[in-house]
C-alpha cells in the first residue's frame, strides 16, 4: 500500500512497548491488543482484545482506540483519537501503570551507514537488512556457493546465479548467469539489465537494492501480509460477477479460512489471490508488492495445494517430493541437499513412518499431508489450499486444519478454502463468501454465528440462498466488525507504485529457457518410474503383443498367401493402432492437476510433452516389433501365380521384408501414440477418452485403403493423406507386393499399394510428419488447459 499520488507521506517510525521494538510503514496499519495477530501484541488483561489501530493519515500517524474497555491515555487522559509522533508515549487500559508505547523517529542513513529499511515504493515492506556488502571496484558475484561474494543460503538459488557489474559510464548492472529459477529486476525476468537506487533485484527469497555505495539484502523469511483491495471478476458476454469487490486485510502467520455455500465464488477468489485467473478489477498485495505485476518473481512463493492430488501415487513418498525437488531446486544442487530438504519436509509433516509408502495406500488425510509437503520444498511464504479437508472424516479433517495452524505459526500465512465448518476455531480469520461472491462477514470465526444470528452454519448458509445475497454484503458493510476488522486494518485501495518500465499487468514475461535438458532428463527418470509402478499398465504391455500377434498368425498359417493377405495385413495395422493409441490415450488427461502445477512453478511444456514421447515412444516401439515378429516372422510368402503355372519355390518373411514390416509396424503405431497424446489432451475427463479410442479406432481402419475405395475419390483421397493408418498400410502392403499376392480388386489396385521403394520411403516421411504436426497440436491444446496467466 502507499499513500495517494500527491499527498505527502507519513515519516517511519520506531514504536516501543514494554517487550518489543518494532518499524511501522506508513503503507499499511496497525493493529494494538491482546490478540496474538495483532501487528502490535500488548499482552496484559486491561488490554482489551481489539483496542486500538495505529495508521497513517497524510503526513502525520494518527492512534484510534476502536472502542476498548479500560481506554487509551495520553499523559493521563483518555484519547479516542491522537495524532502521534517522535516523543509521543501513550498507556493502554491504565493511565498510571497500563502498558506502554513510545514512538522514535528515524535519522536517514548516512553514507556507508547500514540502512534499516527499504522505501515502500521500492520493496512494498520495511525490514531489517539480512546483509550489507560494500561495493568494491569489481564484479560482485551473488549465489548459493560460499565462493561468492553474496552468498544467498537458499536452494532455489544457483550455485553462482547473477553478478552485479560496474558499467565503464558509471552505474551498475545485474547480470543472470545462466541460473535456473531466474534473476528478476522490479519483479521482470531480465538476462541483463542497468539498476539504480530505486530498482529491486529479486533473487530467490531476498531482494536486493543499493544504497549509498552498498548492496543490500532483504530475506523474505515468510512472515509476510497478504492485503486484497477491492477485488471483482466478470465472466461472459453478460459479465456476470463472480466476485464483488471483495477485499481484506491478513497479517503475518494468520491461517484465513474462506467458507460459504456453493457457487459463492470460493474456488474464483482463490484463483485471483494466487495470480491464476488475475481479477478484473482490484489489487492483491504480497507484503505491500502488487502480486499481478510482479507474479513472475512471487509466484516461487506461493504455494497451492489444489483439491485433487497433485502427486503420482505409484511413487512412494520420499521418491514423489525427491523428483519434485530435482524440478524446483537448481540442477548445480548437490543430492545429498535435496535429500536433506526432502527428509526436513517429511519430518516437519510428521510423515517419516510413511516416507517409504506408497502414496496410493495412505489415507486420505496423510495424502493431504504430502501435497502439502510438496508445496514446502521450497519454502512458500504464502500456502493456499482448496479442500483439503474434502471427502475426509471428522477426526482427520481436525488433524488437517490442526496442522496448517501449525503452519502458519511457524511462520506462514496460510488461507483454507472449505466447505466444512467443524474445525474454524482454530483459524485467526474467517472470510464468509455470500452467493456471487459477496463478502457476508470477515473477522474471527468465533464472532460469526452471532453476526448472522443462528447458532448453527446450515442455517446460516440456507439463509444465503433464500435472502438477497446483496443484503449480506450491505449489512456486514455497515456493521462494526467490518469497520473493526476491514476498514481500520488496510489502508485505501491504491496499489503500490510501481518502479519497474512499462504499463503494470498481470502478464509474467517471457520465460528463462534455461534448465531444458535437465528438466526433460527428470522427467524421463520420473515418468519411467511411474510406468514401472503401475502393474496394471506393465501387464497390458507385455500380454497385448502377443496376444495380437498370435492373432495375426492363426490367420496366416504357415503361410500369406492370396486368400488370407488382406485380413493378415489389417491384423497388423489393427494391432499397431491399438498399442499406439492405448498406450497415450489417458497420459496427459490423468496428470492434469499435477501439470498446471508445476507449469506455473517453471516446468517447461515441451520438455513434459517430449518426456511422454520418449517413454511411451520407446514402449510402443518395442511393442510394435514384438508384435510383428510373434505374428509372422518364419511365415512363408506365395504370391499369386498366372494358370497352369508351376508353384514356386516359396520364402519365409525374413530378410528384407521382415525388418521393413517391423519399422512399418512401429513407425504406424508411434504415430498412432502421438494421435493418442491429442486426445488425451482434447478432453477434459479420463472417462472421455475410450469412448474416443473406439472412434478413431474405427475412422483409421477405414480410412486404411482396404476396407473403402478411396484411390481417385474426391474428399476422401485427400482426407486419407492425414490418417496414419493409410500410409502404415501402405508401407506394409508395398513390402509384401500385395498387388501380385491377392486376388485383383479395385482395392488393391490402389497405387498406394504398389511394391514400389520410393513409395515406402514416402509413407515414412509421411508418418514422421504426422507425428510432428501431432506433437504441434500436443503443445497448443495443452496451453489451453494452463493457468490464465501462463499462457503466453
Known sequence: MGQRSGAPAAPPLMVVT???????????????????????????????????????????????????????????????????????????????????????????????????????????????????LPLPARAVRIGRSHDNDLVLDDLVVSRHHAELRELPGGGHEIVDLDSHNGTYLNGSPVRRAPVGPADIIGIGHSALCLSDGHLVEYTDTGEISLDVQGLVVRVGPDHRMLLDHVGFPLAEKALLAVAGPSGAGKSTLLNALTGLRPADEGTVLYDGRDLYRDYAELRRRIGLVPQDDILHTQLTVRRALSYAAELRFPGDTDPHEREARVAEVIHELGLDERAGQVIASLSGGQRKRVSVALELLTKPSLLFL??????????????????????????????????????????????????????????????????FGFDEWPAAFEAFENDDHGVWQQRYRASPQYHRYIATEAAPAVPVPSTAAGPAGPAIGREKPQGWFPQLATLVRRYAAVLAADRLFLTIMVVLPFVIGGMCRAIAGTRISQENAINCLITLCLGALLTGSANSVRELVKEREIYRRERVVGLSRSAYVVSKVVVLGAVTVGQAALLTVVGIAGVKIAPKLPPGAPPPVTTGVQMPQLPELIVAVAVLAFSAMMLGLVVSALVAQEEATMPLLVLVSVVQIVFTGLMLKLNGVPGLEQASWLVPSRWGLSAMARTVDLHNLSFPTVLTADPLFRHERRGWLLGMAALAALSVAYGLLVLALLRRHEPAVMRK
Request: charged letters at 20%; one cysteine or more.
Open 386 to 451: 482448496d479442500e483439503p479437508t474434502s471427502g475426509l472424516d471428522p477426526g482427520m479433517e481436525r488433524s488437517v486444519m490442526h496442522m496448517l495452524r501449525g503452519l502458519a505459526d511457524d511462520g506462514r500465512t496460510v488461507v483454507v478454502v472449505t466447505h466444512s465448518v467443524l474445525s474454524l476455531n482454530v483459524c485467526d480469520r474467517l472470510l464468509v463468501l455470500a452467493p456471487g461472491g459477496r463478502t457476508a462477514y470477515y473477522g474471527p470465526p468465533q464472532e460469526a454465528l452471532a453476526f
Open 18 to 132: 514494554d517487550t518489543d521494538s518494532q518499524l511501522i510503514d506508513p503503507g499499511r496499519s496497525y493493529h494494538l491488543g491482546r490478540d496474538p495477530t495483532s501487528e502490535i501484541v500488548l499482552d496484559d488483561p486491561r488490554v482489551s482484545w481489539h483496542h486500538a489501530v495505529l495508521h497513517a493519515t497524510g503526513d502525520h500517524w494518527q492512534l484510534e482506540d476502536v472502542g476498548s474497555t479500560n481506554g487509551t491515555y495520553d499523559d493521563g487522559r483518555r484519547i479516542v483519537t491522537e495524532d502521534v509522533g517522535p516523543g509521543t508515549r501513550v498507556r493502554f487500559g491504565n493511565p498510571a501503570d497500563g502498558p506502554s508505547a513510545t514512538f522514535a523517529g528515524l535519522p536517514r542513513p548516512q553514507p556507508g551507514e547500514r540502512p534499516s529499511l527499504l522505501t515502500p515504493q521500492s520493496s512494498g515492506t520495511f525490514r531489517s537488512p539480512s546483509a550489507v
